[in-house]
């Protein structure tokens, strides 16, 4: 494993997004079936932290006044719901950085703008996580648009075996979800491949 690089020498970075308990595991959004992607993110994180570069772990986190829940049900609420699924915590430890965002848009969360404008050498970021449609398509959109201000040329990939969204009869559809959400993002600059062996 190479040495970890300092956050402005970073070349690539990934972010993972929303893998906690609370979407994975329990509460009013969680969907177990999300968590089928953990095996195609492992080895992105695993490559990533061997190269020496970024990790970042995003998580939900929510109180009782969180505005954003008069739109969405009350969904990774506290410690416990925002923890990442332990699948995937044992790889916590090594990230560079955690944030946690009380939004569905991680460009937004403390720190996170900051550290950007630090990562003067990137040029590569991966995207993985939940849930596709909601909080990886906004940072995904967020984070083009924010490089494209900065006159940075970054690109941003979303690995679709790596993305999920949850699924509730009746309300939210996982398929149509899913497919709006990559047109959305194809349709904004954002490159989407099957897998990261397929960006190699």
Known sequence: MNKKKEISEMNEAVFLIDMNVGFCEEGKLA??????????????IRTTLEKGEGFF????????DSVELKRYPEHCMGDKESRTIKELAIYEEYASKTFLKNS?????????????????????????GCCT?????????????FFDEM???VDIIVPKDAVETYD??????RKPNNERAYTVMENTGIKLVKTMSEEK
């Open 104 to 128: 569905t848009c991680a460009l937004f969360a403390p720190g996170m703008m900051e550290m950007l404008m630090d990562m003067g050498e990137l040029k590569r970021v991966v995207i993985v």
């Open 31 to 44: 969907d177990p079936t999300i968590k089928h992607i953990v095996p195609n993110i492992i080895p992105i």
């Open 151 to 153: 006159n940075l040329d």
């Open 168 to 173: 509730i009869p009746n309300v939210h559809d």
């Open 57 to 64: 772990v995003v998580n939900d986190c929510h109180t009782k």
């Open 133 to 145: 449609d909601i909080c990886i398509q906004n940072f995904a959109i967020a984070l083009r648009n």
